[in-house]
């Protein structure tokens, strides 16, 4: 039973530009949760999808948008890059009725230059 | 907005020692989760507290929720070099039937002196 994957691992990417991350998650997990995790903090919460839309959003700007996919995978997509988006980008999976009890994959470390 | 506040930051603790970390919540919770991340990993789930004055224990840890459902505990016996990491408390926004994000505390970080 595989976990939560999540692709690339890390990336370097220059301000101003766009950067997409992809999560597949737990098998048979229909809940997909985006978070941002800065170095020495807790993860803020960015997204959640569920049924291929977005349910809820943290307090995150417009630059930071996703998608869910039928298989239930996510992307996360973050256009104009600034330096202060660079952190450990975790997706998080659960079942709709216990979103509680969040998987997590091993991250993208994205570095912003 | 809600604040979960976890304390301390850090504890540093002699192999062997015990280990304790607390959350604080201004408002009712509807449950609180424990997550524990290793240096270089990602959280893992730990355990969800519902039930007011509820306690759990898994081996050498104890979690608590307080009474009024404001504040909750993690305790650990006789630490042990497994147990590094930061360990993170986590609480639904409310209100609670309609809201699906997890307010995450600070984090305490475990550290075993050498």
């Known amino acids: 039973d595989a976990g939560v994957t999540q692709s690339p691992t890390h990336l370097i990417k220059t301000r101003g530009q766009q950067v997409t991350l992809r999560c597949s998650p737990k098998s048979g997990h229909d809940t997909v949760s985006w978070y941002q995790q800065a170095l020495g903090q807790g993860p803020q919460f960015i997204f959640q999808y569920y049924e291929e839309e977005e349910r809820q959003r943290g307090n995150f700007p417009d630059r930071f948008s996703g998608h869910q996919f039928p298989n239930y995978s996510s992307e996360l997509n973050v256009n104009a890059l600034l330096l202060g988006d660079s952190a450990l980008y975790l997706c998080a999976s659960s079942l709709d009725r216990e979103i509680y009890e969040q998987y997590f994959g091993p991250g993208t470390r994205l570095t912003v230059t | 907005g809600q604040q979960v506040m976890q304390i301390p930051q850090y504890q540093h603790v002699q192999e062997g020692e015990d280990f304790t970390t607390y959350c604080n919540s201004s408002?009712?919770?509807?449950?609180i989760q424990w997550y524990k991340q290793r240096p270089g990993g990602h959280p893992v789930f730990l355990i969800q507290?519902?039930?007011s004055g509820e306690v759990k224990k898994q081996k050498r840890l104890t979690f608590q929720f307080g009474e009024a459902k404001k504040n909750s505990s993690l305790h650990i016996t006789a630490t042990q070099t497994t147990d590094v990491g930061t360990y993170f408390c986590a609480a639904l926004k409310p209100p609670w039937d309609s809201n699906y994000q997890l307010i995450w505390g600070a984090g305490t970080k475990l550290i075993i002196k050498p």
């Open positions: 408002t009712t919770l509807s449950n």
């Open positions: 507290l519902v039930k």
